[in-house]
Nanobody, 117 residues
Framework: QIELAESGGGLVRLGDSLRLSCEASGRVSDADALAWFRQAPGKEREFVIDCEWDGICTYNDVTTKGRFTLSRDTAKTTMYLQMIALEPEDTGTYTC??????????WGQGTEVTVSS
């Protein structure tokens, strides 16, 4: 079992930056990667970014537009999603997920991001 807890969401303005955190606990070593998804109001959840422990990351280029990067702490239990140049279209619930054997089996509760214009 892997538990995930997101934090760092909030209300920001157009062009601001924000850093989200995803703290993993439990059998973290079972995970091949941690990822972020987001769901805008009234829309389907979409993939944002996935990073394996060795640093290999997959980005949703359409969503991130080169503005989002992922990093992790040295203990590899917390991953950070750094977002810059935020736009109102980035508003939504950002949820962290753990990938195990090519499936996202574990999910956090999500953190809300609102970008005002």
């Amino acid at each position: 079992q892997i538990e995930l807890a997101e934090s760092g969401g909030g209300l920001v303005r157009l062009g601001d930056s924000l850093r989200l955190s995803c703290e993993a606990s439990g059998r973290v070593s079972d995970a091949d990667a941690l990822a972020w998804f987001r769901q805008a109001p009234g829309k389907e959840r979409e993939f944002v970014i996935d990073c394996e422990w060795d640093g290999i990351c997959t980005y949703n280029d359409v969503t991130t537009k080169g503005r989002f990067t992922l990093s992790r702490d040295t203990a590899k239990t917390t991953m950070y999603l750094q977002m810059i140049a935020l736009e109102p279209e980035d508003t939504g619930t950002y949820t962290c997920a753990a990938r195990v054997h090519d499936r996202y089996n574990y999910w956090g509760q999500g953190t809300e991001v609102t970008v005002s214009s």
